[in-house]
């Protein structure tokens, strides 16, 4: 059997609410495992817990209780393993996005010509040869998120933590960065753990999909995905994918 990746147990987490002096559960027993190389997505209603989970992950939160281990150890805080990738872009305004790609690559000791050639590569992968000497403010938002994410996958994380990296996208925009993902993920096959609310996204996307309740969050169903690779839109048309689709949003809605 594979190990996992990364795996977390009976997790509960809550927020004091000093204006309250209340305590707001958040996350309830929550059990999760993702293996090596997996993607999968978790879905759940806003306001969930999906994003405190997130940053549980990332080492950005606390947990009241329950274990949270990333490649057999204890998550204590942020690592350069693991990588988060946010809705909106995060990138330096003052450095082009050349210098931007490269500013992580100089913290962790790459040579500068080693950092302009890798940073030279990504951004010919994801369509953006010849844009090296713009500024941030000088890219649309769906380019913006391109160079965000080169930025992250640049330093080789084993694991990606992306928390609706898609959703402030138009539509047509959103699908060419999902297989933009893809494809970067077939190449690379980084352990993929990526929050949504949108089921068609998740159902395109992962190999698994975990569906959480309303606040406190509680996973309340696994689904695998049963659809074969690569996927396209095209896929969206099936009945397979319809009632699949039919039957998560009717379990979202409970
Ligand atoms: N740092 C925090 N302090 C207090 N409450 C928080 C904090 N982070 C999140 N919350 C609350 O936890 C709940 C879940 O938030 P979040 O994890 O962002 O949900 P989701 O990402 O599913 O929309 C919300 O009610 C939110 O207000
Ligand atoms: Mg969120």
């Known amino acids: 059997m594979r190990k996992a ?20 559960q958040v996350l309830e027993k929550i059990d999760f495992e993702i293996q090596e190389g997996e993607f999968v997505s978790i ?84 369509g ?26 640049v330093l080789g994380p084993k694991v990606l933590l992306m928390d609706e990296p898609f959703a402030a996208l138009d539509a047509q925009t959103r699908y060419s960065m999902q297989q933009l993902l893809l494809q970067l993920w077939e190449n690379n096959r980084q ?4 929050i949504t609310h949108d089921v068609e996204e998740a159902l395109l996307l992962s190999d698994r999909i975990c569906i959480m309740s309303r606040r406190p969050g509680r996973i309340i169903e696994e689904i695998s995905v049963p659809f074969e690779r690569p996927r396209t839109i095209s896929l969206a048309g099936s009945e397979d994918f319809s009632i699949l689709k039919s039957r998560i949003l009717g379990k979202l809605l409970t």
Do not use: H
């Open 5 to 24: 990746k990364l795996s977390v147990s009976d997790i509960n987490k809550s927020f004091y609410m000093p204006g309250e002096n209340i305590s707001l």
């Open 43 to 126: 879905l759940g209603p806003s306001g969930c817990g999906k994003s405190t989970f997130l940053n549980i992950l990332a080492g950005f939160e606390n947990v009241d209780c329950g274990n949270a281990v990333c490649c057999g150890e204890s998550i204590t805080g942020p690592s350069p393993e693991r990588a988060v990738v946010f809705q909106s872009p995060v990138l330096f305004p003052w450095l082009d996005v050349k210098e931007n790609i490269m500013y992580g690559l100089k913290q962790v000791g790459k040579r500068k010509k080693d950092a302009e050639q890798l940073a030279s590569e990504y951004l010919k992968a994801v």
């Open 128 to 153: 953006l040869e010849g844009f090296g000497n713009y500024y941030p403010s000088q890219l649309s938002g769906g380019m913006q998120q391109r160079v965000s994410l080169i930025r992250s996958l």
């Open 191 to 194: 352990t993929i753990v990526f």
